[in-house]
């Protein structure tokens, strides 16, 4: 079993700044790919930036330039510092962990945080 846990959300003005955490914890050979998603009220759930084990980013449109995901693998956690934040980034925010269960295995694992709340205020 894999926990994924979120933390960081809050309420800010717009223009503000807020760093958001996901750590994991459980039994896992290792971690490849991490992620984090939004979704705000009657919207689709949107993929915000993806991370690589080997650090290549990837960011949605919209917050190119204000938003800079991370990781620090030896503390199994992915970072998204969100800076210059509009009203439209007011969401909730999901960390997302793709996981090696055995060495060898060849079998990608999925494991979803319960999501942080984001709400910018104009």
């Known amino acids: 079993q894999v926990q994924v846990v979120e933390s960081g959300g809050g309420l800010v003005q717009a223009g503000g700044s807020l760093r958001l955490s996901c750590a994991a914890s459980?039994?896992?050979?290792?971690?490849?790919?991490m992620a984090w998603h939004r979704q705000a009220p009657g919207r689709q759930r949107e993929l915000v930036a993806s991370?690589?084990?080997?650090?290549?980013?990837d960011y949605e449109d919209s917050v190119k330039g204000r938003f800079s995901i991370s990781r620090d693998n030896a503390k199994n956690t992915v970072y998204l510092q969100m800076n210059s934040l509009k009203p439209e980034d007011t969401a909730v925010y999901y960390c997302?962990?793709?996981?090696?269960?055995?060495?060898?295995?060849?079998?990608?694992?999925?494991?979803w945080g319960q999501g942080t709340q984001v709400t910018v205020s104009s």
């Open positions: 997302e962990i793709e996981v090696e269960h055995k060495k060898w295995d060849n079998r990608i694992y999925h494991y």
């Open positions: 459980g039994t896992f050979y290792s971690i490849y790919d």
């Open positions: 991370i690589t084990s080997y650090d290549s980013t």
